[in-house]
């Protein structure tokens, strides 16, 4: 039972790179979603989607991209990277309603 | 958007007492949970309470959502309590999963 599996655990990106960080999940959960913590700091919500073909903003889009052409997976895109985008980055997905949620093991991204 | 504040934001305290932390909450939640962020980063399920007393172990937490709070209590605090608490919530037809500032608590031996 993997649950909610990212990939790469750690990456360094230099300025203007770009990456895809992968998030799956096996549990057939409709909600998925992407945050990134800074360091000291809570969780800020990226992206999310309440199932395949549907996308919508969190808190803190700018710079990113997501899709969800499955159920299963939610890859997060980074275009041009920025030193701001230094973060550790948690994706999470729940069934729907009144479910909880369950969180990936985080990938720590530095940009320099 | 459903707003989250957690109080107090650091705690620290001797191996052996208990503790109390607070989550307050702006509009009704379906929602609300605890997690323990340990200091390797994960985020550990503590609690999925949306309404109630749930019990596990040392921990316990309540949520009265009337009132728009959640309090998870620990008894007897161990050094491996130590992390960052924090408390989610989603509310009604949003799906959106908001969370804390989180409480730092520190257990000293």
């Known amino acids: 039972n993997a649950g909610v599996t990212q990939t790469p655990k750690f990456r360094i990106l230099k300025i203007g790179q770009s990456m895809t960080l992968q998030c799956t999940q096996d549990m057939n959960h409709n909600y998925m979603y992407w945050y990134r913590q800074d360091p000291g700091m809570g969780l800020k919500l990226i992206y999310y989607s309440v199932g395949a073909g549907i996308t919508d903003k969190g808190e803190v889009p700018n710079g990113y991209n997501v899709s969800r052409s499955t159920t299963e997976d939610f890859p997060l895109r980074l275009e041009l990277a920025a030193p701001s985008q230094t973060s550790v980055y948690f994706c999470?997905?729940?069934?729907?309603?009144?479910?909880?949620?369950?969180f990936g093991q985080g990938t720590r991204l530095t940009v320099v | 958007g459903i707003q989250v504040e957690q109080s107090p934001p650091d705690l620290i305290l001797q191996e052996g007492a208990n503790s109390t932390l607070r989550c307050n909450f702006s509009d009704s939640v379906n929602n609300l949970q605890w997690f323990h962020q340990n200091p390797w980063g994960q985020l550990i399920n503590l609690f999925y309470i949306p309404s109630g007393t749930k019990q596990n172990g040392r921990l316990s937490a309540t949520t009265v959502a009337t009132e728009r709070y959640s309090l998870l209590y620990i008894s007897s605090s161990q050094t491996t309590d130590s992390g960052v608490y924090f408390c989610a919530v989603a509310g009604g037809a949003n799906s959106k999963l908001t969370f804390g500032k989180g409480i730092t608590l520190s257990v000293r031996p």
């Open positions: 999470a997905s729940r069934r729907g309603g009144n479910t909880e949620a369950f």
